[in-house]
């Protein structure tokens, strides 16, 4: 802070509450001679106050190389450090070498790279793929969270979205979910395709009042080529015809033609950066 200050340059903290979701309940900007040129968004994650997420980090053209960006980065770290997370979480466009170049500086690691789909509305879903033979899809129920949870757990630790990073448990269907998903006019629904009694695969869907809705696939990669076919077809054709674009967010290079076959777009693709913090004293 005095550093910022030495430069001419006035980083303070934001208390503001915006009402996009995720809403940014605090940031940071730089002001130089009262205008504002560059800003930081930072907050709890929505899988518990130890994680923290950045972002919206934005400088002026005219103020760009000028070390704004990092030092708001460092403001914002100290700040979540001070507020208790054990680590932050941010994403950045995999084509952007400069921020990526940035965030290694301040010792952030790559943790996933996801590609962002979407799918515009369509007059009737695909037909349904088959299931591979030995493999049969549940509607998943609460009994079946440990199943779920120990493939969630293997394949997509990070998690299934960036604004609930490194907490699958997040996912566990509780009372309070549920509760929670009917106040926000919200629907879930996930599937478990076993085989026996072991997961394979596993589908989650996310129905949002005025849309969008969201699409999850997840399989082990033995069973992938055959499983997300089915998987895919399966969740579209529970979804219905539905007046709102769908997004889909999957590992990046997996699984691509299959999307683009079936009218998904790619969006954005983007690194999953994360940094673990020492406690504040």
Request: glycine share 10%; aromatic share 8%; net charge positive.
């Amino acid at each position: 802070m005095r550093a910022l200050g030495r430069s001419g340059a006035l980083v303070r903290v934001l208390a503001l509450l915006f009402r996009n979701l995720p809403g940014w309940q605090h940031g940071f900007v730089c002001e130089r001679a009262g205008r504002i040129v560059g800003n930081v968004g930072a907050q709890a994650a929505d899988s518990g106050p130890d994680t923290w997420l950045m972002a919206n980090v934005a400088v002026h053209p005219d103020y760009r190389r000028r070390n704004i960006a990092s030092d708001l980065m460092r403001a914002a770290l100290q700040h979540a450090q001070h507020s208790g997370a054990a680590r932050v979480v941010l994403q950045v466009d995999e084509d952007n070498a400069a921020a990526l170049a940035m965030y290694a500086r301040l010792g952030f690691d790559r943790l996933a790279v996801r590609t962002l789909w979407e799918r515009q509305p369509t007059p009737a879903p695909p037909q349904r793929a088959r299931l591979p033979d030995g493999i049969e899809l549940l509607h998943a129920q609460p009994r079946h969270w440990p199943l779920e949870q120990a493939l969630l757990q293997s394949l997509r630790a990070e998690g299934i979205t960036w604004t609930a990073p490194l907490q699958v448990d997040t996912l566990r269907p509780t009372l309070g979910r549920a509760l929670q998903n009917f106040l926000d006019g919200r629907g879930e629904e996930r599937w478990l395709a076993l085989q026996g009694s072991e997961p394979a695969g596993w589908f989650y869907i996310a129905r949002a009042m005025g849309g969008p809705d969201q699409l999850r696939i997840v399989a082990r990669p033995q069973w992938a080529a055959q499983l997300y076919p089915a998987l895919l077809t399966a969740g579209l054709a529970r979804l219905g015809r539905r007046a709102w674009v769908l997004g889909l967010e999957h590992p990046a290079g997996d699984g691509d033609e299959l999307w683009a076959g079936h009218n998904f777009r790619a969006v954005r693709t983007l690194c999953w950066l994360g940094k673990q913090l020492n406690a504040a004293r």
